[in-house]
């Protein structure tokens, strides 16, 4: 039997793709009891990634698993943030692609392409609940800092991760 991850396929973000991606971040956040104001939950753009990620800079990516978006994550050059870092952001998974690689497999894609595109660092927020997604970033160097950086409107996560490229 084939691998799911070798059945998942990696592309850009489309038009069409904003509902459900929109949902898969929603589910996920409620999923794990992070669905409170100031987190992408509530955040507008949500529901418009497709639109929000044509900002010069940054970059979106979906997995689809038989025709169905299962996950996605991106960077984004995020208001206030020092000259050349961007924001690892929208980085979530449905249950049924987790602890398969699928996630370390974005994240990375993410980091070598804001490398490519000259970025020196990666900024995240992010919240304790999402408990494996921390032990993620830290397996890829991303180091824990005192407070936010930069103005990203999410104060509803209290955890803030930083990685050079």
Known sequence: MQRILDRIKIRSLEP?????IASVIRNTLAEFGA?????VYFDPSTDHLFELFQTPGSFYQVAVLNGTIVGGGGFFPSDGLPSGTCELVKMYLLPE???IGLGSLL???CIEKAAAAGYRQMYLETMPELK???RT?????FRYLDGPMGNTG???????MLKEL
Do not use: M
């Open 35 to 39: 669905n409170h104001p100031g987190t």
């Open 154 to 160: 999410h104060f509803g996560c209290d955890l803030w």
């Open 16 to 20: 069409a793709d904003n509902p459900s």
């Open 97 to 99: 692609v987790r602890g």
């Open 107 to 109: 994240i990375r894609t």
């Open 132 to 134: 494996e997604a921390l």
């Open 137 to 141: 970033y830290e397996r890829f160097g």
